[in-house]
């Protein structure tokens, strides 16, 4: 997963650090780093807060792979800790998915149910390509794909358990509905970086992968007797989304509370 | 409100590695078999103790008594035969 | 990480089996006198003889209470301390230490359920002992009703809380009742991790800038104190430590381990470069012991009581997650009996 030779391009803004990869395959790392790091702190909030000690204990594991897998592809961009810590809130390029508030339990367990069968069907694809993320796909797809199956067994379970988990099951998919679409726009996407074809550095047929991961979703709704989400899947803001730097207001807060401390004693090493 | 009341308790055994039997790690609260597996994998496994997982209900599972403990496994105390120590073989003699 | 220091809240009543699943008790504890003198001599035979106590031996309704009391303590204290040290994983300064502190935080989860796992085979279920938790009813360690306000805290508590932790939980891997005695092996081992990130973050903090390592000795200055506090109260006040050292359930008194726990540590707060705040801490030649200042036992009866500054805090964010997860624990349950016929089977 190291540097491939790939046609330059303007490269990832407000990178502070020395790309470590092609500025391609970087833009890639930095998105796909920081989809990892976000989810990650999300759910390292629910320390202490869990409904059960056993899912205190499962969340804390997921959380611990988020973790783990945006360490690595963010070190293929730079500095780990320049880029979670120092970068302002424009510059991180997550989708929106991720930063959403953790909510009760049902949130969290749509959020990863819509975000980990992504990643999962991402990652299955880049472990079986043949580009500078294989390495780090093939490792991380066998993570992911327990954090689908931990998502998918409580959405059965959150769905078609009583009325109140039925009915909170269906408000939690409702309300990140809205958020799905964007996880499927080639990642390079920012205006200055999409004129080039295949500067993402990966390769991956977008929207065979979208209808690969409506399948699947709706199959686990249906079985959880969960109706599909009718509303739009992505914002009607034609700027974009996270991609584009573009994040929720939820999402300020989360930065200041993460970065304050590491901010506050600059040049310190901890 | 019940906490885990309706969750009952599950016994987990671990595969340690391949060749190894199961042990009993442990217990824990799941809602069904299926969760109590994951669970078990999440608590039992998570410095990489196992590459197999059993979970039985305990209500499953039928134990000795410590009451009968006498008659269960005193009388097997006074068979020296059944071990190999028992038989006395000449100096010399090998793959015996 | 967590303690089972000696002091132990009021009694609970004797647990007593319920079920028949593996390491629920039986035997005639409660049943006509005849048979029970029998039964106690092999009880005590068993205990003098370092045999270890299993689930379904017969055991005095006395020792058991003792350990549902203690390990349910313990197992509240891993649960509890959870929060001082969750409370900065959010605000981690690098990703490696919040990866850390993710996976000691998780770790306490865990060992708070292997613990009450231990309990379990004594006959009381896990509802019944975080009731107990959630309506005062029983105690954690007070050491978790300090706040942890600067970053520096986490690596006191690694350092010096799981230091005193450890001293206490090393000897209970040879507790008498075998199910703890079993869950401490885990969880010591698990656990020598957890104080060694600790000395370490405050190392990196003692040679860091002018105020990293001032936020260091200020959080070791604040939980010198209350460490010592943890190994219980003196030897001569301590009610339950005789019968318990008895039944090979403690093996060290208190004032024993606590004079372990500062020559371990003096010794490693000048590696630190950092200062133990106590005056009159310092070497006797003629003990072979260091020698330290008073402790302020008023200040620790008052946090057990529950004049603390978190004690309220604690419970109550405790209680709020029981209580807003029993939607989630309904479902779970709700859908394995509506599917009760479609569970998973092993095969070697």
């Keep these: 997963m190291t540097a491939h030779a790939t046609s330059p391009t303007s490269g ?37 807060h869990a409904p059960v000690l056993e899912e205190e204990v499962a969340l804390a594991n997921i959380a611990l792979d988020l973790l783990g897998q945006a360490r690595v592809l963010l070190s293929l961009v730079g500095d780990e800790d320049e880029l979670a810590y120092l970068r302002e809130e424009r510059a991180f390029r997550n989708v929106q998915l991720v930063e959403q508030p953790n909510g009760d339990f049902a949130h969290t367990i749509a959020r990863q149910l819509y975000f980990s069968t992504y990643q999962h069907l991402l990652y299955e694809r880049l472990a079986a390509s043949d580009g500078p993320l294989t390495g780090l796909a093939a490792k991380a797809v066998k993570e992911v794909a327990y954090h689908r199956d ?111 401390l590491h901010r506050s004693h600059p040049g310190a090493t901890w | 409100m019940s906490d885990t009341k309706d969750w009952p308790l599950w016994e987990v055994f671990v595969r340690s590695r391949r060749g190894l039997s199961h042990t009993h790690a442990g217990s824990l609260h799941a809602p069904d078999a299926e969760l109590a597996l994951r669970n078990a994998r999440d608590l039992y496994t998570r410095r990489g103790e196992g590459v197999s997982i059993w979970v039985v209900p305990s209500t499953s599972i039928t134990a000795s008594s410590p009451d009968e403990k006498d008659p269960f496994f005193e009388p097997s105390a006074d068979k020296p035969y059944r071990h190999p120590t028992f038989y006395e073989i000449p100096e010399g003699v090998k793959h015996l | 990480m967590a303690t089972a220091a000696a002091h132990q809240a009021a009694g609970t009543p004797a647990a007593h089996a319920t079920s028949d699943a593996i390491g629920t008790a039986s035997g005639p504890d409660s049943g006509p006198d005849s048979g029970t003198a029998a039964y106690q001599a092999a009880f005590d035979t068993a205990v003098a003889a370092e045999e270890r106590i299993e689930p379904r031996d017969w055991m005095p309704d006395a020792y058991r209470a003792t350990l549902v009391r203690q390990i349910a303590q313990h197992a509240h204290s891993e649960i509890i301390g959870m929060q001082p040290e969750a409370n900065w994983i959010t605000r981690a300064p690098s990703l490696r230490r919040k990866a850390i502190l993710m996976a000691k935080v998780q770790d306490e989860a865990g060992h708070g359920l292997y613990l009450y796992s231990a309990a379990e085979t004594l006959g009381t279920g896990r509802d019944e002992l975080l009731d107990k938790l959630h309506s005062g009813r029983q105690k954690y360690s007070s050491i978790f009703n300090y706040p942890t306000l600067t970053w520096a805290d986490v690596g006191a508590i690694g350092w010096l809380v799981d230091g005193a932790a450890i001293t206490n939980q090393v000897p209970l ?128 009866w008052e946090v057990l009581k529950g004049n603390g500054p978190c004690n309220e805090q604690r419970i109550t964010q405790r209680r709020r997650a029981h209580d807003e997860g029993a939607w989630v624990r309904e479902a779970a349950a709700a859908h394995a009996a509506k599917h009760s016929g479609a569970s998973g089977k092993a095969t070697a």
Excluded at chain 1, 218 to 246: C, F, H, I, N
Excluded at chain 3, 185 to 214: M, N, P, W
């Design chain 3, 173 to 300: 891997c040879r507790c008498s009742y075998g199910p703890y005695a079993r869950a401490m092996v885990r969880i010591c081992k698990e656990e020598s991790f957890h104080q060694r990130q600790g000395y370490e973050l405050l190392l990196a903090l003692s040679r860091g800038t002018d105020a990293q390592h001032a936020m260091a000795q200020d959080a070791v200055d604040r939980w010198w104190w209350p460490s010592l506090m943890m190994f219980g109260p003196p030897d001569d006040e301590s009610s339950h430590s005789a019968q318990s050292m008895e039944w090979k359930i403690k093996r060290h008194s208190n004032d024993e381990l606590r004079q372990r726990f500062v020559d371990i540590c003096v010794p490693q707060a000048e590696s630190l470069g950092l200062a133990l705040p106590d005056p009159d801490l310092r070497w006797n030649e003629e003990r072979g012991h260091h020698d330290f200042g008073a402790i302020d036992w008023t200040e620790f």
């Design chain 1, 150 to 260: 931990h998502a998918e067994q409580w959405t059965v379970r959150l769905g078609d358990g009583t009325p109140e988990s039925h009915d909170r099951m269906q408000r939690a998919c409702d309300a990140l509905w809205r958020h799905t679409g964007e996880m499927f726009q080639p990642i390079n996407g920012t205006a200055d970086t999409d004129s080039t074809d295949g500067t993402s550095g990966i390769d991956v047929d977008w929207p065979e992968m979208e209808a690969s991961w409506t399948a699947s979703v709706t199959a686990v709704l249906d079985r959880a007797t969960l109706k599909v989400p009718e509303g739009p899947r992505t914002g009607a803001w034609s700027a974009g989304a996270g991609r584009q730097g573009l994040h929720t207001e939820p999402f300020g807060r989360m930065l200041a509370e993460m970065q304050h």
């Design chain 1, 12 to 48: 990832t803004p407000a990178t502070p650090a020395t790309p470590a990869a092609p500025p391609s395959v970087a833009a890639t790392a930095l998105a796909l780093g920081d989809d990892a790091l976000v989810l990650s702190h999300r759910l390292g909030e629910w320390a202490g």
